[in-house]
C-alpha cells in the first residue's frame, strides 16, 4: 500500500526521487538508523486520504532536505519512537501538514524527542507546524522540538498541539493525554492563518504542555489581528509576537 517502506534499515540515501498519486503513504521509515533525503517531491490530490508523504517512526538520524510534498494527509508524520530528525528547506501544501503525531494511540509508546524542522513553508495546508495526541492514557512524550523560519500561506492552523485528539469519538471520551509535551519552540514563524485562531495550544489536563516558546512570531487573519489560544499550557513569549501569547 506504500510507494517505498524501509524497515530496520541503516545508512539508506534516497535523492531525487519523485513520487505520484500514491495509493496510501509514499515513503515510509520503521526502526530505521542514518537516513538522509534530498530533493524529493511528493504529489497527490488534496482529497485524497491518508496519503501522507513521509512517515518516520522507530527511527534514528534522519535528515530530509530540499523537499517539496502536496498530498491528503500529512506531508510529514513524525511517529513515536523517532529521535534526531533533521527538516530543512521543504514545502508543503496541499496537505495537513507537518505533524508529530498522532501520538498516544498506545499505552505503552517509546516518546519523540530532538526534532529541528527549518525553512518550512506552507501554502494552503490544513496545519503548519503540528503536535497531536490521543486523548487517552500513555507513556509516550514529545521533548525538545525546535521549529524555526515557518512561512504561513492561508494555512487553517498555522501553530498547534492538539491533545484532544479523538476521532470519531470512539476509544476515548472521558479520558485524557498522557503524552508530556515540553520543550517546544517556534522561532520566527510568519504569515497568514485562514482562521481566526491562529496559534493553539490544547494541552492535556492531567500532563500539561511545559516549556512551549514563541519567538518573533507574526501571523494575521485578513490583514488583521489573530488570536491566539491556550489550556494547560506553560511558556514564555519574547520579541515581537502576533498574536498575543496566551502562555
Known amino acids: 500500500m506504500q510507494t517505498l517502506a524501509f524497515t530496520n534499515s541503516k545508512n539508506v540515501v534516497v535523492n531525487g526521487l519523485t513520487s505520484l498519486n ?16 534530498h530533493g524529493i517531491r511528493l504529489s497527490a490530490a488534496g482529497t485524497s486520504p491518508n496519503t501522507d508523504g513521509i512517515h518516520i517512526q522507530f527511527s534514528t538520524n534522519v535528515t530530509v532536505l530540499n523537499s517539496r510534498v502536496g498530498t491528503g494527509d500529512d506531508c510529514v508524520s513524525i ?11 521543504i514545502a508543503c501544501g496541499p496537505g495537513h501538514g507537518v505533524s508529530i503525531g498522532s501520538l498516544g494511540k498506545s499505552a505503552n509508546e517509546d516518546g519523540v524527542q530532538n526534532v529541528t524542522v527549518r525553512r518550512a ?24 522540538i525546535l521549529f524555526q523560519h515557518g512561512i504561513m500561506n492561508n494555512v487553517q492552523n498555522p501553530i498547534v498541539i492538539d491533545q484532544n485528539y479523538c476521532p470519531n469519538n470512539q476509544d476515548c471520551p472521558g479520558q485524557v493525554s498522557g503524552i508530556q509535551v515540553s520543550d517546544v519552540t517556534y522561532n520566527n514563524v510568519s504569515g ?5 485562531v491562529a496559534v493553539k495550544f490544547d494541552c492535556s489536563s492531567e500532563y ?6 514563541l519567538e518573533n512570531v507574526q501571523l494575521t487573519y485578513k490583514n488583521q489581528r489573530a488570536e491566539a489560544s491556550c489550556a494547560n499550557a506553560a511558556g514564555t513569549a519574547s520579541g515581537l509576537v502576533q498574536p498575543n501569547s496566551c502562555l
Open 22 to 37: 500514491s495509493q496510501l503513504y509514499h515513503i515510509v521509515f520503521n526502526g530505521c538508523q542514518n537516513v538522509t533525503m
Open 79 to 89: 511517529g513515536p519512537g523517532t529521535q534526531n530528525l533533521w527538516i530543512e528547506n
Open 208 to 213: 500539561p504542555c511545559t516549556g512551549i516558546t
Open 121 to 144: 513553508t506552507f501554502s494552503g495546508t490544513q496545519n503548519g507546524f503540528r503536535i497531536k495526541s490521543w486523548a487517552r492514557p500513555s507513556t509516550g512524550f514529545a521533548q525538545n
Open 192 to 196: 497568514s492563518s485562514a482562521t481566526k
